[in-house]
Nanobody, 123 residues
Framework: QVQLVESGGGLVQAGDSLRLTCAASGRSFSGYTMGWFRQAPGKERELVAAIIWSGHSTHYENFMRDRFTISKDTAKNTVYLQMNVLKFEDTAVYYC????????????????WGQGTQVTVSS
């Protein structure tokens, strides 16, 4: 079955950087859209960024592009989220997601979710 396993989260200070990794397995992701979402305490889950597995197109939500970069390594079946100049408000559980519909992924309805990795930014 499909598995999405996130890693790379942790406790950092404001201004630091982190790179999250999503190891994807269980099927071919050709034609899929991969996404990173986050959910802060007391808030709804929100899209951070998405990337087309078989191409180069990316999508960022709001102003995420300013500090976050999504990328992929299809040979390693891995998706990354580089996060720079982290702020206290970036504290959240970050989830990897995958789906065969770009629209459904960016609208928050992917086919698969990972378990999440906690990112905590101290101010």
């Amino acid at each position: 079955q499909v598995q999405l396993v996130e890693s790379g989260g942790g406790l950092v200070q404001a201004g630091d950087s982190l790179r999250l990794t999503c190891a994807a397995s269980g099927r071919s992701f050709s034609g899929y859209t991969m996404g990173w979402f986050r959910q802060a305490p007391g808030k709804e889950r929100e899209l951070v960024a998405a990337i087309i597995w078989s191409g180069h197109s990316t999508h960022y939500e709001n102003f995420m592009r300013d500090r976050f970069t999504i990328s992929k390594d299809t040979a390693k079946n891995t998706v990354y989220l580089q996060m720079n100049v982290l702020k206290f408000e970036d504290t959240a559980v970050y989830y990897c997601a995958a789906g065969d519909s770009f629209t459904r992924v960016i609208n928050g309805s992917p086919d698969y979710w990972g378990q999440g990795t906690q990112v905590t930014v101290s101010s």
